[in-house]
C-alpha cells in the first residue's frame, strides 16, 4: 500500500473497531456505558486528517514496531497501532494476558483492512526495531533493558490535575467527566482541583462538584471497584469527614482540603478541591512531583505559569482525557523517536 491507501485503511479499520457490537467485553471491567462512551471518543479523535498530520514525521518508519499495553485505560494502544500502521510498520501488540479482548480486536479490525497487526499475550516479543510501551516504572525499565538496540517511546508512571478559578455548574460537570470516565484509571485522571479563586468559589465549585459526580456517574455508572482499593479509600474519605470537608459518604464523593492534604496519586470515585492563593503555591506544591506531572485541565486565560511547571498537555476541563493528536509526548512528538533518520 502507498500512504494514502494506507491511510484510509487505517480509518476504514477504527470505524470498525467504534462499530463493535459488545464494547463491554473491550473494557476491562468497566460498564456498558462507560466502555462504549470511551471506545467513541477513543476513535472519533483519530480521524484521517490527524493521522496524516501526525503520521507524517521524517526518517524511516520502524519495519516492526512493539506497542505494550498495560491495564486501565483500555483504549492506550490504539492511537500508537494506528500512528505506527499508517506510517508503515508491522506491528506487534502486546495486550496484558489478564484483559486481552481489545488488543485482539484491534488486530482483528486491522488485519481485515490489510494492515499488518497482531496482538500476543506472550511476555517476550519478538525482535523489534522500536518500541512503544505504557506501565509502571518498573515494567519500563525492564522493557528497555530487554529492548537495548530499539528505538525507544517508554511512558511510565505520571500523574494530572486540574487548576481553575470558576465555580460554575458547567465546570463542575467537565471536571466530573474529568475524574470519572475509565472509573479514574490512567494517567490523565485528575488526583486534585487547585482553585485559585476565592475561597467562597471554591467551597460553591465543591459543591456542584459533588452534584456533578453523582449526576455523571448515573449515566457512566461505574464497574466493579476494586477491593484493594478499600483501605486507601477509608484513609482519604476518613481524614476528610474528620475535617468536616467531605461531600458524600461513598463514591463519587469530593472535599474541599486544605493543600497541605494534597496527594499526588488518583483514588477512582474520590476527586478533592484544594483551594491555593496564587501561582507561588502551586509551583511550591507541584515542584516535588514535576518529573511526573502528565496534564493539567484549566480555565485560566494565561497558562504560562502553568506551562513553566513543565506539563506535557494543558486542555480545557472536560478534555482530560481526551487528548488529541498531534500531540507531544515525552517531550517529542509521538513518532519521531521511533524513526530512523538516515543520513
Known amino acids: 500500500m502507498d500512504r494514502q491507501q ?29 466502555a ?50 499508517a506510517a508503515g510498520s508491522q506491528v506487534v501488540l502486546k ?4 484483559a486481552p479482548h481489545f488488543g485482539e480486536a ?9 494492515l499488518e497487526v497482531r496482538c500476543t499475550t506472550a511476555r517476550e516479543l519478538p525482535p523489534v526495531d522500536a ?25 511510565g508512571h505520571r500523574f494530572s490535575l486540574a487548576v481553575v478559578a470558576g465555580a460554575g455548574a458547567e465546570l463542575a460537570h467537565q471536571l466530573a467527566l474529568d475524574a470519572l470516565l475509565y472509573d479514574g484509571r490512567g494517567c490523565f485522571t485528575p488526583v486534585a482541583v487547585l482553585h485559585t479563586g476565592p475561597l467562597d468559589d471554591a467551597e ?35 481524614l476528610a469527614r474528620a475535617l468536616g470537608a467531605l461531600r458524600h459518604d461513598s463514591p463519587p464523593a469530593t472535599a474541599l482540603l486544605d493543600p497541605a492534604h494534597f496527594e499526588a496519586a488518583a483514588l477512582p470515585g474520590f476527586l478533592p478541591v484544594h483551594s ?48 488529541t493528536i498531534p500531540r507531544r509526548h515525552g517531550g517529542r512528538e509521538m513518532l519521531r523517536p521511533l524513526m530512523l533518520l538516515e543520513l
Open 106 to 114: 484491534i488486530a482483528a479490525c486491522f488485519t481485515a483492512h490489510g
Open 36 to 85: 462504549q462512551a470511551c471506545l467513541e471518543s477513543s476513535c472519533a479523535r483519530l480521524d484521517r486528517a490527524s493521522l496524516d498530520l501526525a503520521s507524517d514525521v521524517p526518517g524511516r518508519p520502524p519495519t516492526v514496531a512493539g506497542v505494550v499495553a498495560a491495564r486501565g485505560v483500555f483504549t492506550a494502544p490504539l492511537e500508537w497501532v494506528a500512528l505506527l500502521a
Open 131 to 155: 518500541l512503544v510501551a505504557m506501565g509502571n516504572d518498573q515494567t519500563i525499565a525492564a522493557l528497555a533493558q530487554r529492548h537495548p538496540r530499539a528505538r525507544l517511546s517508554l511512558h
Open 6 to 34: 494506507r491511510l484510509d485503511a487505517v480509518v476504514a479499520a477504527i470505524h470498525s473497531l467504534a462499530a463493535h457490537p459488545r464494547a463491554q467485553t473491550l473494557g476491562d471491567g468497566l460498564s456498558a456505558p462507560m
Open 276 to 323: 491555593v492563593r496564587d501561582p507561588a503555591e502551586i509551583d511550591a506544591l507541584l515542584t516535588p512531583w514535576r518529573p511526573w506531572l502528565a496534564a493539567c485541565a484549566t480555565d485560566h486565560r494565561d497558562p504560562s505559569a502553568l506551562q513553566r511547571l513543565g506539563f506535557e498537555r494543558l486542555c480545557r476541563p472536560g478534555a482530560l482525557q481526551e487528548p
Open 95 to 98: 495486550a496484558p494476558a489478564a
Open 204 to 238: 460553591r465549585l465543591t459543591t456542584r462538584l459533588a452534584e456533578q459526580l453523582l449526576a455523571v456517574s448515573r449515566r457512566l455508572p461505574a464497574g466493579a471497584r476494586d477491593p484493594l482499593l478499600g483501605p486507601e479509600w477509608r484513609r482519604r474519605t476518613g
